[in-house]
């Protein structure tokens, strides 16, 4: 398998989404952004298989981001603090990372994500 998987991580603190990045950057392209709305315009670049996204993003995540994930095929892993904010932000079930989190229980988390078959 020569598939490529690449994450976009969507998290405003700055020590967070390094130490994501430094994690995961070893095995898969990872981009990093601080914003929905960069996230929105990273994904309409294409190619993101997985996106992690902290649920608390200063300006919030905005009600257009999830679903243009869904509409381009994206997985989408929910992360924060809060358990009971990701059951506020989606009408479907996603896989849920709660903060704070361990290294290997990402890695767990996104290798499960990314074995399952992309969503379209």
Not at 11 to 22: C, F, Q, R, T, Y
Not at 99 to 116: H, I, N, R
């Amino acid at each position: 398998m020569t598939e490529t998987h690449q994450i976009l991580v969507v998290e405003d603190d700055p020590l967070v989404s390094e130490i994501i990045a430094a994690a995961l950057g070893d095995t898969y392209p990872t981009t990093v952004v601080e914003t929905a709305e960069a996230a929105i315009a990273r994904l309409q670049g294409g190619d993101i298989r997985l996106m992690l996204l902290d649920c608390t993003l200063p300006g919030g995540i905005g009600a257009d981001l999830i679903p243009e994930a869904d509409r381009l095929g994206s997985a989408v892993v929910l992360m924060s603090g809060d358990p009971a904010r990701a059951a506020r932000l989606s009408d479907q079930p996603r896989p849920f990372l709660l903060k704070p989190f361990s290294l290997g229980s990402l890695m767990a988390l996104v290798e499960t994500v990314l074995a399952s078959p992309p969503s379209s």
